[in-house]
């Protein structure tokens, strides 16, 4: 009976604890994406969203290609002059005054505010020895764990892979490219290792049915596992290149394979779960909070902060890489994240380097409508058709992507394109993407780099022919005659910043 009562104090206390903490701690909310995106109309005021265009030339509502219906707002934000009317002439002025402004432009209407209570990452690895090609190489998989402690219904594991070539004589600069993460081609056993696990492997199915004795005894040769091959001809580039993980390692680089899954999902449902909704406790955003493209910026931080401590790796040059909508984050990483050396970015379209102001293929309202998960809550607002405040459209952004560009300014900028012929279709706005170049190229210049080779405006300005890189400054431009992909410009993105480090061939 003593017992007994000595436990109750502890069950209550126990209950007390338990109820307190679900009381200051909810459940994560379960929305919908529609749902999520109504929550999100509510809280700013609108009632109804402009639908996007059809990306179906044949639809009623198809995107705008024609060229003299593209530019409505002609006029794009000046990255060169301040908010209060005041022209930028000095670098100085740049990294005290106009940078800080374009940032917290960008943050509050455009892409969201990483938050300042975001929990510390801690990173674990496994490391195997393996062959990429014809090149030897050291395997990192990496998990970096997300510190849940303050609302542990929500756990967030940072997925990447760090592989390096196992015969550099020193640390290696670095491409971070998003995309699923996971060893290249784990080492196999070979060998007397091989014979070994084979023998074991028996031993142990013949212990549990004996009846097998008689099948390995007819069929000696057979063996449960068996080597690949110990080379496979790797799927080519659409240049008929090896693909970019083998151009990295045979150039004495190392990459990284970061999976924005396992940051923030993407779409609208997962914004109470993730990075995103670990911070938020498992509640819906707020206007001005962060959403999909900034949290995958804020994963390859992360990411750099663990090379930082990898002695294998050049930590002074490291890049990101991305294509599409991570095409977008890679330029997103790159004009937040200063200690980024380069970037490669891949056909990002609208949210990325083409201009948002342009009515040329994916348009605002694209963003707003399917993929207003990727932006702020805020940036819905440029895509109402009937609110509280009236109706947006994209003339009255603050900001435009040109700045987005001149905010990676002086660090490697390589801006790439395919073609619509291939696949890169039209939808992306090539031209906008151009423009925005042309422009930001001001900014490279004022802070001592080397811009595009170009002397007139973004108005006038002309893209150079397909295959025509111009690749001789801080800041590049290449179309390609491929598709979809970034692949055909990696072999010109490796040259150029090779020699923009003073690497000599590898």
């Not at 290609?65 to 593209?70: L, P, V």
């Not at 060998?191 to 070994?196: D, K, N, P, Q, S």
């Not at 294998?312 to 977008?328: E, L, P, Q």
């Given at each position: 009976?003593?017992?007994?009562?000595?436990?109750?104090?502890?069950?209550?206390?126990?209950?007390?604890?338990?109820?307190?903490?679900?009381?200051?701690?909810?459940?994560?909310?379960?929305?919908?994406?529609?749902?999520?995106?109504?929550?999100?109309?509510?809280?700013?005021?609108?009632?109804?969203?402009?639908?996007?265009?059809?990306?179906?030339?044949?639809?009623?509502?198809?995107?705008?290609?024609?060229?003299?219906?593209?530019?409505?707002?002609?006029?794009?934000?000046?990255?060169?002059?301040?908010?209060?009317?005041?022209?930028?002439?000095?670098?100085?002025?740049?990294?005290?005054?106009?940078?800080?402004?374009?940032v917290e432009l960008y943050s509050k209407y455009v892409y969201g505010r990483v938050p300042n209570n975001v929990p510390k990452v801690t990173w674990s690895a496994t490391v195997d020895h393996e062959m990429i090609g014809f090149t030897p190489v050291i395997a990192k998989d990496l998990i970096g764990t997300v510190d849940s402690s303050a609302y542990p219904d929500i756990s967030v594991k940072i997925h990447a892979t760090l592989v390096v070539p196992a015969n550099a004589k020193g640390p290696v600069p670095t491409l971070i490219m998003f995309g699923p993460a996971g060893f290249p081609k784990p080492n196999e056993p070979r060998g007397e290792a091989m014979t070994e696990l084979n023998a074991a492997m028996k031993t142990v199915l013949i212990q549990q049915d004996p009846r097998l004795q008689k099948v390995f005894d007819e069929h000696p040769a057979w063996m449960p596992f068996s080597n690949s091959p110990f080379f496979t001809p790797p799927q080519l580039?659409?240049?008929?290149?090896?693909?970019?993980?083998?151009?990295?390692?045979?150039?004495?680089?190392?990459?990284?394979?970061?999976?924005?899954?396992s940051v923030q999902a993407d779409n609208g449902a997962g914004l109470t779960r993730g990075i995103i909704g670990l911070v938020n406790k498992g509640q819906p955003r707020k206007p001005e909070d962060w959403g999909a493209l900034r949290a995958w910026a804020w994963g390859a931080g992360r990411t750099l902060d663990y090379l930082e401590t990898d002695p294998s790796v050049d930590a002074k040059h490291v890049g990101i890489d991305g294509v599409s909508r991570y095409g977008k984050a890679a330029l997103i990483t790159m004009a937040f994240d200063q200690r980024f050396y380069m970037v490669l970015v891949g056909s990002s379209g609208k949210g990325g380097a083409t201009l948002l102001r342009r009515n040329y293929g994916e348009a605002v309202e694209s963003?707003?409508?399917?993929?207003?998960?990727?932006?702020?809550?805020?940036?819905?607002?440029?895509?109402?058709?009937?609110?509280?405040?009236?109706?947006?459209?994209?003339?009255?952004?603050?900001?435009?992507?040109?700045e987005l560009i001149a905010l990676c300014a002086p660090r490697l900028t390589f801006i790439s394109y395919g073609i619509p012929e291939k696949g890169d279709a039209h939808w992306l706005d090539h031209e906008g993407s151009f423009m925005a170049t042309v422009d930001a190229s001001r900014v490279f210049g004022l802070l001592g780099a080397k811009g595009l080779p170009v002397t007139e405006d973004y108005h006038t300005a002309k893209m150079p022919p397909v295959n025509t890189g111009w690749l001789d400054g801080q800041l590049s431009w290449r179309q390609h005659d491929g598709g979809h992909t970034d692949a055909p410009n990696m072999k010109w993105f490796i040259q150029w910043a090779d020699k923009a480090m003073g690497r000599g061939a590898q």
């Amino acid at each position: 009976m003593r017992l007994v009562l000595k436990s109750i104090p502890v069950l209550l206390m126990l209950v007390s604890t338990t109820a307190a903490f679900s009381q200051s701690s909810p459940a994560p909310v379960t929305f919908t994406s529609d749902q999520d995106q109504k929550n999100m109309m509510d809280q700013l005021g609108i009632k109804a969203l402009r639908p996007g265009p059809s990306g179906n030339e044949k639809a009623p509502n198809h995107a705008n290609y024609d060229e003299s219906k593209a530019n409505p707002y002609p006029n794009i934000p000046d990255p060169l002059t301040m908010n209060n009317g005041d022209k930028v002439t000095t670098a100085q002025q740049w990294w005290d005054k106009r940078r800080p402004e374009i940032v917290e432009l960008y943050s509050k209407y455009v892409y969201g505010r990483v938050p300042n209570n975001v929990p510390k990452v801690t990173w674990s690895a496994t490391v195997d020895h393996e062959m990429i090609g014809f090149t030897p190489v050291i395997a990192k998989d990496l998990i970096g764990t997300v510190d849940s402690s303050a609302y542990p219904d929500i756990s967030v594991k940072i997925h990447a892979t760090l592989v390096v070539p196992a015969n550099a004589k020193g640390p290696v600069p670095t491409l971070i490219m998003f995309g699923p993460a996971g060893f290249p081609k784990p080492n196999e056993p070979r060998g007397e290792a091989m014979t070994e696990l084979n023998a074991a492997m028996k031993t142990v199915l013949i212990q549990q049915d004996p009846r097998l004795q008689k099948v390995f005894d007819e069929h000696p040769a057979w063996m449960p596992f068996s080597n690949s091959p110990f080379f496979t001809p790797p799927q080519l580039n659409e240049d008929g290149g090896p693909p970019n993980p083998w151009q990295l390692v045979a150039a004495g680089w190392g990459f990284v394979l970061l999976d924005p899954a396992s940051v923030q999902a993407d779409n609208g449902a997962g914004l109470t779960r993730g990075i995103i909704g670990l911070v938020n406790k498992g509640q819906p955003r707020k206007p001005e909070d962060w959403g999909a493209l900034r949290a995958w910026a804020w994963g390859a931080g992360r990411t750099l902060d663990y090379l930082e401590t990898d002695p294998s790796v050049d930590a002074k040059h490291v890049g990101i890489d991305g294509v599409s909508r991570y095409g977008k984050a890679a330029l997103i990483t790159m004009a937040f994240d200063q200690r980024f050396y380069m970037v490669l970015v891949g056909s990002s379209g609208k949210g990325g380097a083409t201009l948002l102001r342009r009515n040329y293929g994916e348009a605002v309202e694209s963003l707003t409508g399917g993929e207003y998960h990727w932006m702020a809550g805020n940036f819905m607002k440029y895509g109402a058709s009937d609110a509280s405040f009236g109706t947006g459209n994209p003339g009255q952004l603050p900001v435009d992507s040109n700045e987005l560009i001149a905010l990676c300014a002086p660090r490697l900028t390589f801006i790439s394109y395919g073609i619509p012929e291939k696949g890169d279709a039209h939808w992306l706005d090539h031209e906008g993407s151009f423009m925005a170049t042309v422009d930001a190229s001001r900014v490279f210049g004022l802070l001592g780099a080397k811009g595009l080779p170009v002397t007139e405006d973004y108005h006038t300005a002309k893209m150079p022919p397909v295959n025509t890189g111009w690749l001789d400054g801080q800041l590049s431009w290449r179309q390609h005659d491929g598709g979809h992909t970034d692949a055909p410009n990696m072999k010109w993105f490796i040259q150029w910043a090779d020699k923009a480090m003073g690497r000599g061939a590898q």
